[in-house]
């Protein structure tokens, strides 16, 4: 029996000197793969660096690098002037995270046109607590599936059930204007409530008209996006660190108030939906023709139809139609609005063109209308040309790209400025001059694609850029129509400043008088 013991107990220590063997190969495998994953993760960062290297871009400070230039109020002043300072592919450091950016058209579409680079850039995930994961932010698989159901939403023929509550709102605008008459108006305040209230009706539904411009039963305008101050506090970049501070605190609770906003109406767009539910599908598209509807009706009706479009989706969606398309639209119109009453010349080409659209008829626009107004058009573009609404944006690159004797690494961040792209003198002579006859279908036919890019291009640009242009056109024809705008003596200038958007410090001051 002894014997037994003692042999059994041989086993066991065997039994546990093999277990212990086995886990020590277990850790030396497991530590072999680490090594092999940092060797290749390093391979990978130190390839990008030594590209990096190659390049000549803005001189860098420890640890920000050149984050402070993003903070400078002239900003944009500098990067009008990046290009023939450091050539057509620059190199920037955020942080100690190296990016290059490219100003070339060519070399823009080598990266927007190909949908293997739609991914964007690490810092877009700091919108998410803002934005949520719209189809702004959103990456991978999921994106293209979202992307593919919205797209028809933005079809013309879909808009154009929109554009009766552009003109309403607009003509809103005009009789504030027209309250003015003879005075100096700030139109940047007036146009963002404008541009705001039709997002409130297009977007979520709500057609009744604020009594006060400063009242407001929504949360959309009281956030603020925290993306640049993050980047000026390196450390708030780690999510935990920044989750624990005030700043991190009032952007959660933000998150909560939009969420908790746009489930409410989301569930009220459903019960809508469902009580006026109709079988025949002619009498339901007749009821849709004949009553107005919202984007967050058609989110529903999308995930009423599509189990894979969540709650959450739609949510996530609606937030972003409603905080992107707030100040990038507005920007564009107010700054058409100031850039027609300091060339009366241009001005006075759309009042015309308006004139013999209309005529003595006091109707709305239609599609048809909207579509005619050719001139404007231009001078919408032109607007956007020397100040696009978002002056940066950024894409990393899955695979290699060639540009030039250059090749851009895979994984490398990229940064496509259009301010400073449409400011090439090669592709715009006197590009700092207001000149809509750029934007004619002779001179437009023989420029680079992707030399004007205010929505940005290929397959990641900007869902929503027809519905932006319907709904420019008609606001700002419909001022031209009653108004004349002259400029302010001492504020013929736009001083632009980058928060995220292009802003016009100071505000955009104007002459409003009543057309005869």
Not at 211 to 217: I, L, P, Y
Request: aromatic share 12%.
């Amino acid at each position: 029996m002894n014997y037994d013991l003692v042999a059994l107990n041989r086993g066991s220590y065997q039994s546990y000197i093999w277990i212990i063997h086995a886990r020590r190969k277990m850790w030396i495998y497991l530590a072999v793969l680490s090594v092999i994953f940092a060797v290749y993760a390093l391979k990978k960062y130190i390839r990008i660096l030594s590209f990096i290297f190659s390049l000549d871009g803005p001189k860098t400070v420890p640890i920000l690098g050149n984050v402070n230039i993003m903070l400078k109020e002239n900003l944009l002043t500098e990067m009008a002037y990046a290009p023939q300072n450091y050539g057509r592919i620059i190199r920037i450091w955020l942080t100690v995270v190296p990016y290059v950016v490219l100003t070339e058209p060519e070399d823009i579409q080598a990266v927007l046109s190909n949908v293997k680079h739609t991914q964007k850039i690490f810092f877009y995930k700091l919108l998410d607590n803002f934005l949520g994961k719209g189809l702004l932010t959103r990456e991978g698989h999921k994106w293209k599936i979202h992307r593919k159901m919205l797209q028809p939403v933005f079809h013309l023929h879909m808009l154009e059930k929109f554009i009766k509550m552009f003109n309403e709102h607009a003509d809103v605008l005009v009789n504030k204007l027209l309250d003015k008459n003879g005075e100096n108006v700030n139109v940047t305040t007036l146009v963002n409530n404008s541009v705001y209230d039709i997002l409130r009706e297009t977007v979520l539904g709500m057609t009744s008209q604020r009594s006060n411009d400063d009242e407001d039963d929504t949360p959309f305008r009281k956030g603020q996006v925290m993306m640049l101050y993050r980047f000026a506090r390196p450390w708030l970049l780690i999510d935990w660190i920044y989750r624990l501070t005030e700043a991190g605190r009032s952007e959660k609770r933000q998150q909560k108030a939009l969420y908790e906003f746009c489930l409410k109406k989301m569930k009220e767009k459903r019960e809508f939906l469902r009580k006026n539910a109709v079988s025949d599908n002619e009498t339901r598209k007749d009821t849709c023709a004949t009553r107005k509807m919202c984007l967050l009706e058609y989110l529903v009706e999308i995930s009423e139809r599509n189990p894979f479009f969540s709650e959450q989706d739609i949510i996530e969606e609606c937030c972003t139609f409603m905080l992107a398309g707030q100040e990038s639209v507005a920007t564009a119109v107010a700054i058409t609005l100031f850039f027609l009453a300091n060339n009366p010349k241009c001005q006075k080409k759309c009042i015309d063109e308006l004139d013999q659209i209309f005529g003595n008829d006091n109707r709305l626009p239609t599609m048809a209308d909207l579509k005619e107004m050719n001139y404007l058009d231009m001078c919408i573009k032109e607007s956007l040309r020397l100040y696009p609404s978002v002056p940066i944006f950024a894409r990393t690159v899955s695979q290699d790209v060639k540009i030039g004797k250059y090749v851009i690494p895979a994984g490398c961040g990229v940064f496509i400025s259009p301010y400073m792209t449409h400011r090439l003198s090669h592709h715009f002579p006197d590009p700092y001059s207001f000149k809509p006859e750029r934007f004619s279908p002779e001179n437009s036919k023989t420029r680079h694609p992707y030399a004007f890019i205010p929505f940005s291009a290929g397959p990641r640009n900007c869902i929503g850029y027809k519905f932006a242009m319907l709904e420019m056109k008609s606001v700002i024809s419909a001022v031209l129509r009653k108004c004349r705008l002259e400029s302010v003596t001492g504020k013929e200038e736009i001083i632009a400043k980058f928060r995220m958007t292009i802003r016009a410090q100071g505000g955009l001051w104007v002459k409003v008088r009543a057309r005869d």
